[in-house]
């Protein structure tokens, strides 16, 4: 008896809870975007086929509608027409395709013209593949998040960006996963298997943690959890972790959804004030309009190995 009117309490209980659940803001959704197309590192011209392919089979897997934002100075470091089909894979694949430059060069040190010629010089390959399938290339990603300097720069580029159809895509959750492909590109070609599961482990704690700040950060600027766009790169880490990094995301409660329908969360109204030559992602440009503080306290820092680990490669490179 006493359990069945514990039952009975409990769920009486939860009927309550429900309208304010109900009335709770929606869980954030989360877009993907992956830079550096058609691949973060160019080893080789299989490695790069194979882990574009598996990216995109784990992306499928999971009705995931992402966009890649190519580099095509990046086509001719290895086989062109592979690399071309590496692109064309991805829109039969049903993702999209944005500019991320031709040079990957910063606009802080090229400037402003020689920046824009080269935002027009790397639309040629992936535009044509667009028209070809009656789509337009409307993306545009800054290397480095950097989008001017000084208040010219950044009106200049941002009005010849318009002016040229392109909407500019924030970042809004960015897990640094540059600073892991790189040490583990070399764990994998040097088959140092323990090294690379290493590198995966710490990837995705890193990523957690970044996406609990990024939803933090969320509700200290707007009470709520927004539409997320989180910055990744065409890397073999990335495949590799495909199925680990969007179980980080549902196991939240968040659901995937493409960068066109994200960019629709009114956050992406918010004035964007930031004028200078850091990369910084956008809701940290917002806590500047709205002049709130973001969680800063509890910002996920990488861990140090990897730091060591990449800064050793950027050295041996140079
Ligand atoms: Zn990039």
Redesign the pocket.
Known sequence: MLKLLTAMLASLTLLCAAPVRAASPPAGQVALTF??LPGLSLPNQRYVDSFNHDLLTGLRRHRIAATGFVNEGKLDELDRGHQIAILKRWLQAGMDLGN?TYS?ESLNTLGARPFVADIAKGEKVTGALMAARHRHLRWFRF?NLETGADTATKSFVAGWLAAHGYRSAPVTIDPDDWEFAEPYDDAVLHHDHARAAYIREAYLAHSALTIDWSRKAAHALFGRDIAYVMLLHASKLNADCIDSLTGLITRRGMHFTSLDRAMRDPAYRTPDPYVGADGIEWLERWSQALHRELPWDDFPEVPASIVTSYDKLENDRH
């Open positions: 830079d550096d991320h990957h290397p």
